[in-house]
């Protein structure tokens, strides 16, 4: 692990995201990964907030940032960061700017926006080559309104909208795969229970010019319905289960970062959250959770 790394890790500076007023929920998994990127990212950061959850944290005097901040809606968020680019860029050639001064755009999106709602404009800002990181914090619903299902709840979750006895009908879609599909220079999987391979990756991410996502599962109490206690536990899981593989996608090839094996059957994730339970209570749902199993199991069979 390089120096930087190390140093950041050890020196965890005093902007404490779970400071001042914020309204945040205990235990909030994508708290804790953008806690664990902006500490690694550091005050030279304009983020760019698509609509959601983190928009909480903007609230002045409260906001735990000692950057800046542009909040838009769930749709525009790579549209406001061209803005900020571009600005940042004439300042340059004005002399305003030194190189030191000079800031990266952040978007900071949950998975409503980045998956759905804001995906025209992501494609767009990539295909132009924006100088910005994307940071899509994804707890799998529109969290803020209350966990509508989204284009990444997974099959049988329950939310506000699929509260059926077999939860979401769906499937996840791919974003790692849809962002890969574009060719930007960096795309990567992170989880903030596992911040070790998340500093790499940000530091990775840090060192390159161009598109770059940072996609972190976000464990979320308050729509997955368990105990705050239990997000580590939880994030650690989703790896272990090979449910949130860690992974990259840089100069045109994709590499697993970690390779769970063996792997923990994926009822031991699922069953921790209520959102789940109807595979659980009144009676076990075998055929469901076999077919999960499946799906996983179809997955790291194409990688290993
Ligand atoms: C274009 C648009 N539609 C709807 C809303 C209302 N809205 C605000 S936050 C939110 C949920 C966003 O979900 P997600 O992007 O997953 O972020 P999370 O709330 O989960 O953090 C919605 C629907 C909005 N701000 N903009
Ligand atoms: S609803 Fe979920 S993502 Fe939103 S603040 Fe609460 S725990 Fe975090
Ligand atoms: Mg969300």
């Known amino acids: ?30 708290l804790q990964a953008l806690h664990e990127i902006y500490d690694l990212l550091g005050r030279r950061t304009v983020f760019v907030n698509a609509a959601g959850c983190m928009t909480l944290l903007s609230v002045y005097p409260f906001t735990p940032f000692q950057s800046g901040f542009l909040y838009t809606s769930m749709s525009s968020a790579p549209a406001g960061a061209q803005g900020v680019r571009d600005a940042l860029d004439i300042l340059r050639q004005k002399g305003r700017l030194t190189a030191e001064e000079d800031m990266t755009a952040v978007v900071v999106a949950g998975d409503g926006a ?31 309104t209350g966990q509508q299902a989204s284009g990444a ?41 596992e911040p070790l391979d998340l500093a790499k990756k940000l530091e990775k991410a840090a060192s390159l010019k161009g598109p770059r996502l940072i996609l972190a599962l976000a464990p979320c109490p308050t729509g997955w319905d368990y105990d705050p206690k239990l997000s580590v536990e939880i994030g650690h899981l989703a790896v272990k289960t090979g449910i949130w593989p860690l992974k990259e996608y840089v100069d045109g090839q994709v590499a697993h970062t970690r390779i769970p094996h063996p792997r923990v059957p994926v009822e031991e994730y699922l069953k921790l959250q209520g959102r789940f339970a109807h595979l659980f209570e009144p009676q076990r749902d075998d055929a469901a959770i076999a077919e999960i199993q499946a799906y996983v199991d179809g997955y790291w069979k194409e990688v290993v």
């Open 1 to 30: 692990m390089s120096e930087a790394i190390i140093r950041s890790l050890k020196d965890l500076p005093s902007t404490h995201l779970l400071g001042g007023g914020t309204a945040m929920c205990a235990g909030c998994g994508g």
């Open 114 to 144: 980045s998956y759905g709602m804001g995906l025209s404009a992501t494609s767009a800002a990539i295909e132009r080559n924006l100088d910005f990181v994307y940071v899509c914090y994804d707890n799998e619903g529109y969290g803020n």
């Open 153 to 193: 709840t997974p099959h049988a979750a329950r939310t506000a909208t699929t509260t059926g006895a077999h939860g979401h009908a769906g499937y996840k879609k791919d974003l790692f795969a849809i962002w890969a599909a574009h060719r930007p220079v960096y795309v990567a999987t992170v989880i903030g229970s």
